[in-house]
């Protein structure tokens, strides 16, 4: 089992940053693709970002192409999403989620953490 804690989440304006925090316990999860998915109200669980369990294959929604980046510290179990030049529209709870394939799909990923929120004021 993998038990992850997303962090870093708050409340910011448009146009700044927040680096949102990924930590696993339990088994070493660097043999996981690690994704992040956000939800906001009402609305479906969306995919974000997502990165090979060696770091070198990224992947991302087209709606954060060139805002946000996401990484992955092995040694220290965490995977990280920079966030930038953020809109009113990233609105949302963020989750991230682990799995043996890479996926852009929720069904992919067999462990996730509680979510984080995210509001980015106007």
């Known amino acids: 089992q993998v038990q992850l804690v997303e962090s870093g989440g708050g409340l910011v304006q448009a146009g700044d940053s927040l680096r949102l925090s990924c930590a696993a316990s339990?088994?070493?999860?660097?043999?996981?693709?690690v994704a992040w998915f956000r939800q906001a109200p009402g609305k479906e669980r969306v995919f974000v970002a997502r990165?090979?369990?060696?770091?070198?294959?990224?992947y991302y929604t087209d709606f954060v192409k060139g805002r946000f980046t996401i990484s992955r510290d092995n040694v220290k179990n965490t995977v990280y999403l920079q966030m930038n030049s953020l809109k009113p529209e990233d609105t949302a709870v963020y989750y991230c989620?682990?799995?043996?394939?890479?996926?852009?799909?929720?069904?992919?990923?067999?462990?996730w953490g509680q979510g984080t929120q995210v509001t980015v004021s106007s």
């Open positions: 990165i090979d369990w060696i770091g070198s294959s990224t």
């Open positions: 989620a682990a799995g043996p394939r890479l996926s852009t799909s929720v069904r992919e990923y067999a462990y």
């Open positions: 339990g088994r070493t999860f660097s043999p996981y693709a």
